[in-house]
């Protein structure tokens, strides 16, 4: 009896896929990408350091 003749087979390794050249437009989605996600590290540290979202909430009145 071997031990494993009822179970799952493993998949052939499949070939690694070459690398596409990259047209004009992918290259400024790319670059578009990149810009955008710098813009949202940059908000996220400015957050991180109180910046103006920090402000507000609901004011209470002196009276009760």
């Not at 031990?3 to 670059?31: I, T, V």
């Not at 400015?46 to 009760?64: E, H, M, N, Q, Y």
């Amino acid at each position: 009896m071997s031990g494993r003749e009822g179970g799952k087979k493993k998949p052939l390794k499949q070939p690694k896929k070459d690398s596409k050249d990259m047209d004009e437009d992918d290259a400024a989605f790319k670059a578009k990408q990149k810009a955008q996600q710098k813009a949202m590290e940059d908000a996220k540290a400015k957050a991180a350091k109180g910046g103006p979202l920090g402000v507000g909430g609901i004011k209470k009145s002196g009276k009760k």
